[in-house]
């Protein structure tokens, strides 16, 4: 027997290369996949829908084969010693247990299911953009009808301990609780309504100058500078348009973001700082695990904390736009030539409800994700027809923001994750938000005079500290056991709701 081990140990080695290789090759597909996906949504000809749908669908089914083989299921079974006798926050150690923990739920899922997923959501896409422009939601219903089945047949395949949701939140969220979240966002409501009615009873700030004429080569130009400042590298990352912005990479040195831009404000500057902070995680990840599965965000949530983060914590601060205001009233002098540093910081921090939720101010930004965590879990569950979506979307925007959605085009069809299918992924949102502060607290702490260094402009310090913190370890380990990693505890909405009734507070006179 002991000759046997010491023969097993030997190959451990062998074995565990053999496993690298077969991941990079499930993992270089799925990145062929993503490459074919940011084509779609920046460059593709729309007449190219259909045939994009059946190529990415053929290329999901080849990356699941790859990485639910036999073989693959073999080796990890066959390092389970090896594994036993590492570190735990090891490379080798945390590359078997992730794969373990994909591969087994991977395994239930048939491939031909997870192709037509892939399919079903190229076509929803497609078709979204276009019966979004057309405020159209009978041409998308019957692609939202699809996308919803194949969540339930998804759903299927698993044995959900608590509820259905949790599959699919799983997804996004590994190792997190429908109920946990629920929890988390009852909190949110419970100390956030009173602040917004609080702020609606105050005097409202005079935001006007945020509206106007804002030609969009003045705002490419004044973000391309920020993104400099921050770290963007013209030789590993990109930017481009697109009708939803998102981030995604190619590998860790090839990261591509992606921004809208309107010549009646300013938004677009602060879509740029969000996808930014996405780009940075996944470009911060050591390349020692580039090619495997552990070359990406633990979470979305982990994800969304660092987009949030560099979109308000950074990019709405005093300290930013005392490094950056004068560049930006340079560059649009007619609009913001007379409007102060103090009112400018006002009103980009001001609180008022509105239609769309990557427009949305800090505060009731998170509504607009507890408005779609509800409806996920109801349209999953068939408790809401989804023909009485839009109806549904308007009633909850009235009761919870106040607002009456004039088309479903700013309705519930302003988001591009349904057409693909992405039914989980909204409350992670808001977690990021909760995550940012916590994160952030712990950065200001290591980093104190950290203010002082965005507002000479100097972000290296926080870019470098989050490398080392949070980005470098991809997914070795689980969300919350990164997130204890960090902050030292598990997530608490606490700092965050401090964090807002403070800066909001000041910027309102409460």
Not at 47 to 70: C, I, K, M, N, Y
Not at 164 to 187: C, I, M, N, Q, S
Not at 258 to 272: I, Y
């Amino acid at each position: 027997m002991a000759t046997a081990e010491r023969a097993a140990g030997a190959r451990a080695p062998e074995q565990f290369a053999r496993l690298r290789q077969l991941l990079a090759e499930a993992v270089d597909l799925g990145k062929v996949a993503g490459l074919l996906a940011w084509d779609q949504r920046t460059h593709m000809p729309p007449a190219g829908a259909p045939a994009r749908a059946e190529q990415l669908g053929t290329v999901a089914r080849l990356a699941h084969e790859r990485f639910v083989s036999d073989e693959i299921g073999e080796l990890l079974e066959e390092l389970r010693d090896y594994e036993s006798s590492l570190e735990r926050e090891s490379y080798e150690a945390s590359l078997i247990r992730t794969v373990r923990y994909d591969y087994e739920k991977e395994r239930r899922v048939p491939a031909a299911l997870r192709a037509e997923i892939t399919r079903a959501g190229a076509l929803g896409q497609s078709v979204w953009e276009k019966a979004r422009a057309e405020s159209d939601f009978a041409a998308f219903l019957p692609y939202l009808e699809r996308n919803v089945e194949l969540q339930r047949e998804y759903v299927a395949c698993f044995d959900p301990a608590d509820e259905d949701y949790d599959v699919l939140l799983d997804d996004y969220e590994p190792g997190t609780k429908t109920a946990e979240v629920r929890a988390v966002f009852e909190r949110l409501k419970e100390d956030l309504v009173p602040l917004i009615e609080a702020i609606g009873d105050a005097e409202q700030l005079d935001d006007s100058f945020l509206r106007g004429s804002f030609p969009i080569a003045g705002q490419r130009a004044f973000e391309h500078e920020v993104l400099i400042a921050f770290g963007f590298d013209e030789e590993s990352w990109r930017i481009d348009e697109t009708v939803h912005p998102f981030a995604w990479n190619a590998s860790l040195a090839d990261i591509r973001l992606t921004t809208r831009h309107r010549e009646e404000d300013l938004h677009s500057v602060f879509a740029t700082m969000h996808e930014f902070g996405h780009g940075l995680y996944e470009r911060g990840i050591d390349a020692a695990l580039e090619r495997t599965p552990l070359a990406r965000g633990v979470s979305l949530g982990l994800h969304e904390s660092q987009s949030r983060m560099w979109e308000n914590l950074v990019g709405r601060s005093l300290a930013f736009w005392t490094r950056f205001f004068p560049r930006l009233r340079e560059t649009f002098p007619e609009q913001l030539g007379g409007v102060a540093l103090e009112d400018f910081y006002r009103g980009v921090n001001s609180v008022e409800p509105s239609l769309i939720r990557i427009e949305a101010d800090e505060l009731t930004y998170n509504l607009h994700i507890i408005l779609r965590f509800e409806l996920e879990q109801e349209m999953l569950s068939g408790s809401l027809a989804l023909a009485d979506l839009p109806d549904a979307w308007d009633a909850r925007m009235k009761a919870y923001l106040g607002i009456d959605v004039p088309d479903v085009a700013d309705g519930c069809l302003q988001d591009t994750h349904w057409a693909g299918g992405a039914i989980g992924y909204f409350p992670t949102y808001s977690l990021g938000n909760v995550i940012s502060v916590q994160i952030w607290e712990r950065a200001r702490a290591d980093l104190p005079d950290v203010e002082e260094q965005i507002a000479r402009g100097d972000f290296a310090p926080l870019r470098e500290w989050l490398r080392e913190h949070v980005h470098r370890t991809g997914r070795m380990f689980l969300p919350g056991e990164t997130l204890e990693r960090v902050v030292g505890g598990p997530i608490d909405p606490g700092p965050y709701v401090a964090y807002l009734r403070q800066k909001l507070g000041a910027v309102y006179g409460l």
